[in-house]
């Protein structure tokens, strides 16, 4: 399964760059594949653990703020190992045929 999120506390400004590193650090200490970009986190692995691991994101940032936002979309494909790489990589080969 692949998930994308997006993690933003409410009520601390418009500056939220230093909460949103909360949830990336513990993506990242996972140690499962992830992606960060401008506007979501996607990490893929097993239901349980990607769950398990944005359960945990969303609580490093609510720790902080009490009040989160989370914005969550899921590819569950049973079989799929490196989709987060492979999904990019089809669309390319698709752009670079013409």
């Known amino acids: 399964m692949i998930a ?8 601390v400004g418009e500056d939220v760059g230093e909460y949103v590193a909360e ?3 513990v993506v990242r200490a996972s140690g499962l594949p992830n992606r960060t970009d401008a506007m979501f986190t996607s990490i893929e ?5 990607v769950m398990d691991v944005i359960k945990r994101a969303v609580a ?5 703020c009490g009040r ?5 979309k899921a590819d ?5 190992t490196d989709g987060l790489t492979s999904k990019v990589e089809t669309v390319e080969r698709h752009l670079a045929e013409g």
């Open 23 to 25: 949830a990336v650090r």
């Open 4 to 11: 994308a999120f997006s993690v933003t506390p409410i009520g």
């Open 60 to 64: 490093a940032v609510e720790a902080r």
């Open 76 to 80: 569950i494909r049973r079989g799929v």
């Open 68 to 72: 989160v936002s989370l914005v969550l």
């Open 45 to 49: 692995g097993d239901w349980d653990e």
